[in-house]
T-cell receptor, first 114, second 115 residues
Framework: AQKITQTQPGMFVQEKEAVTLDCTYD???????LFWYKQPSSGEMIFLIY??????QNATEGRYSLNFQKARKSANLVISASQLGDSAMYFC???????????FGKGTKLTVNP | NAGVMQNPRHLVRRRGQEARLRCSPM?????VYWYRQLPEEGLKFMVY????????ESGMPKERFSAEFPKEGPSILRIQQVVRGDSAAYFC?????????????FGSGTRLTVV
C-alpha cells in the first residue's frame, strides 16, 4: 500500500535560516512521482516542487530543493533563507505511474519566527 | 488565464440538507479530481472524472456522495443529507492529461460546515 509519513507535526525556524521538512514514503513500485505542496492559512494548495523516481538530480525550484534518497525512500523538502511568508502547512504527496491519485501525508506546520 | 475555480468558497448546511460544490477546471483541462481534507489531515482522493465520465470513484463514500462532469458546465460534487462528519474542505484539481507528465492545478477549495 502507498503511504506517506511526515513525522514532524510542527517545525520552527528563524527568519533567513534553512529548514528541512521530512517525508518518507512506502511503495513497492519503481515508477512514481513525489510532490510538495504549501497550504497557507488562507487554505489554497500551492504546488512547490516535483521529483520523479528516475530523476538522477535532486529537484530545485528557487529557494526550494528536494533531498531525494531513493534507497531510504525519503524526499525531504529544504527551504533556504526562510521568510515570514513561508509560515504554512506543508504536505508531501506521491503519485504512481498509471495512477491518477495523489496520496498525501498529514502535513507539517512550519512557523518562521522573526 | 483563470485557474481552477471553485464555488462557493464557504458553505454552511444544516444536517439533512444537500450540499452542491462546483468546480470549473482550467481552460484546456479535461480531467477533474476531487479531494477531501478533514481537519488536521492531508487531502484524500475521492473521485476522478473526465467529461461525462466517472473514471475512478474508489475514494467516494458509498452513500450520499455523487459527482458529475457534464459536457457543458462545471463539475459538481453533491452530498445529500449531510451529516456533521461531512464538515471538511473539498478541493478540486484539474489537469490537461493523465500521468506524471501533467501536473495538477488545485482550486482554492470549498469549506463545508454542517451545523
Amino acid at each position: 500500500a502507498q503511504k506517506i509519513t511526515q513525522t514532524q507535526p510542527g517545525m520552527f525556524v528563524q527568519e533567513k535560516e534553512a529548514v528541512t521538512l521530512d517525508c518518507t514514503y512506502d511503495t513497492s513500485d519503481q515508477s512514481y512521482g513525489l510532490f510538495w505542496y504549501k497550504q497557507p492559512s488562507s487554505g489554497e494548495m500551492i504546488f512547490l516542487i516535483y521529483q520523479g523516481s528516475y530523476d538522477e538530480q535532486n529537484a530545485t525550484e528557487g529557494r526550494y530543493s528536494l533531498n531525494f534518497q531513493k534507497a531510504r525512500k525519503s524526499a525531504n523538502l529544504v527551504i533556504s533563507a526562510s521568510q515570514l511568508g513561508d509560515s504554512a502547512m506543508y504536505f508531501c504527496a506521491m503519485q504512481h505511474t498509471g495512477s491518477e491519485k495523489l496520496v498525501f501525508g498529514k502535513g507539517t506546520k512550519l512557523t518562521v519566527n522573526p | 488565464n483563470a485557474g481552477v475555480m471553485q464555488n462557493p468558497r464557504h458553505l454552511v448546511r444544516r444536517r439533512g440538507q444537500e450540499a452542491r460544490l462546483r468546480c470549473s477546471p482550467m481552460k484546456g483541462h479535461s480531467h477533474v479530481y476531487w479531494y477531501r481534507q478533514l481537519p488536521e489531515e492531508g487531502l484524500k482522493f475521492m473521485v476522478y472524472l473526465q467529461k461525462e465520465n466517472i473514471i475512478d470513484e474508489s475514494g467516494m463514500p458509498k452513500e450520499r456522495f455523487s459527482a458529475e462532469f457534464p459536457k457543458e458546465g462545471p463539475s459538481i460534487l453533491r452530498i445529500q443529507q449531510v451529516v456533521r462528519g461531512d464538515s471538511a474542505a473539498y478541493f478540486c484539481a484539474s489537469s490537461p492529461g493523465t500521468g506524471l507528465d501533467y501536473g495538477y492545478t488545485f482550486g482554492s477549495g470549498t469549506r463545508l460546515t454542517v451545523v
